[in-house]
């Protein structure tokens, strides 16, 4: 099963993360990071993770998911498939990249590009502000949650 594993103060990831469940169909779990822990993710097939990007990195929230969890599950996850959604004011690579060199240590397999969301919030008060997600964005989050669900379901990764 994919396990959804999502961060947001402003309600981007987090709709991203339920785009992508609902179009896993029943195939997926999706918990809050603060929430998760190393048996959560034992227990999955594969991970799809949402965050924003903040001040260029990943959000702190989901870096204390990979905190509490990267040691107790080094060697036990190996080669399991994971993608990634950045919801981001201008640009996301950021926190793409740190998310990529730590899931590099647990040996994961990336099997779908990042989906990368432009948000454009640039000022103080909209990068405040609750998001809401271009229909656009919407679905390619859809999509992706039922390729990997779908593919982990079937064997494919």
Request: hydrophobic share 45%; aromatic share 6%.
């Amino acid at each position: 099963m994919l396990l959804i594993l999502w961060h947001s103060r402003t309600g981007a990831s987090r709709a991203m993360a339920e785009a992508a469940f609902v179009g896993a169909a029943g195939k997926a779990r999706i918990l809050p990071a603060i929430k998760a822990g190393p048996d959560d993710l034992l227990a999955a097939g594969g991970y799809l993770f949402a965050c924003p990007e903040n001040l260029g990195s990943m959000s702190g929230t989901m870096k204390d998911l990979f905190e509490r969890c990267y040691y107790p599950l080094l060697g036990l996850i190996e080669g399991r498939p994971y993608a990634s959604m950045i919801a981001a004011g201008s640009d996301g690579r950021g926190a793409q990249a740190q998310l990529d060199r730590i899931v590099t240590g647990w040996r994961l397999r990336r099997v779908a590009d990042p989906l990368i969301a432009m948000l454009g919030a640039q000022t103080p008060a909209q990068i405040a502000a609750e998001k809401a997600l271009p229909s656009q964005i919407v679905e390619q989050c859809r999509d992706l949650g039922a390729a990997l669900g779908e593919g982990i379901e079937q064997g494919i990764f």
